[in-house]
T-cell receptor, first 114, second 114 residues
C-alpha cells in the first residue's frame, strides 16, 4: 500500500530564504508525482508535475526533483516571499493510474515572515 | 478557460440527513475525481468517474455515492450523515488521453454536520 510522508509538518522562515520541502513515498512504482499548494479554506492549486521518467521540473522560483529509486521528491522554493505562505502537498499516482486517483501526503504548512 | 466549479461552497446539515454536491469539470475534461479532506485524515480519495462510469473507488462506506452525466458534470451524494462526515469535499478533473494525468481541483464544498 502506497504511503506518502511529508517532512516537516510545519516550517517558518524569514522572507528571502531559500527552502526545501520533502516528500517520501514507500512504493517506487509511480506514474507521476504532483506538488500542490493550498491556501486556508481553499482548493488545491497545481504547482508542478513530474513524470516518473523525469528527474526535475521548474516553474519560476519553484523546482521539484524526483528520485524514484529512493522514493523521494523535494520542492525547492527560491527567495521565499510572504505570499508563499500556504500548505504544500505532494501526491503520487500509482503506475496503474487511470487518471484521477492520487495518494497525498499530510502536507507542510509554510509560513514566510516579512 | 473556466476552472473546476463546485457547488454549493458551504452547507450545514444535521445528522441523518443526506446531501448532494455538484462538480463541473474543466471544458474538455472527461474524468472527475472526488476527495474528502479532514484535519485528522488529510486528503482521501473517494471515487473517480469517466464517461459516466465509476472506474476507481476509495475505501469509504456505501453511504458515499456518485454519478457522472453525459456532459461530464458529476454529483456525489452522502446519505444518513454522521458528525464525522464534516469535511471539505474536493472535486478534480483531468483530460482523458493526457499522458500527464495532471489533476485540476475546484475550491471545494465545505460540509458541516451538526
Amino acid at each position: 500500500k502506497q504511503e506518502v510522508t511529508q517532512i516537516p509538518a510545519a516550517l517558518s522562515v524569514p522572507e528571502g530564504e531559500n527552502l526545501v520541502l520533502n516528500c517520501s513515498f514507500t512504493d517506487s512504482a509511480i506514474y507521476n508525482l504532483q506538488w500542490f499548494r493550498q491556501d486556508p479554506g481553499k482548493g488545491l492549486t497545481s504547482l508542478l508535475l513530474i513524470q516518473s521518467s523525469q528527474r526535475e521540473q521548474t516553474s519560476g522560483r519553484l523546482n521539484a526533483s524526483l528520485d524514484k529509486s529512493s522514493g523521494r521528491s523535494t520542492l525547492y522554493i527560491a527567495a521565499s516571499q510572504p505570499g508563499d505562505s500556504a500548505t504544500y502537498l505532494c501526491a503520487v499516482a500509482g503506475i496503474y493510474n487511470q487518471g484521477g486517483k492520487l495518494i497525498f501526503g499530510q502536507g507542510t504548512e509554510l509560513s514566510v515572515k516579512p | 478557460k473556466a476552472g473546476v466549479t463546485q457547488t454549493p461552497r458551504y452547507l450545514i446539515k444535521t445528522r441523518g440527513q443526506q446531501v448532494t454536491l455538484s462538480c463541473s469539470p474543466i471544458s474538455g475534461h472527461r474524468s472527475v475525481s472526488w476527495y474528502q479532506q479532514t484535519p485528522g485524515q488529510g486528503l482521501q480519495f473517494l471515487f473517480e468517474y469517466f464517461s459516466e462510469t465509476q472506474r476507481n473507488k476509495g475505501n469509504f462506506p456505501g453511504r458515499f455515492s456518485g454519478r457522472q452525466f453525459s456532459n461530464s458534470r458529476s454529483e456525489m451524494n452522502v446519505s444518513t450523515l454522521e458528525l464525522g462526515d464534516s469535511a471539505l469535499y474536493l472535486c478534480a478533473s483531468t483530460r482523458q488521453g493526457s499522458n500527464t494525468g495532471e489533476l485540476f481541483f475546484g475550491e471545494g464544498s465545505r460540509l458541516t454536520v451538526l
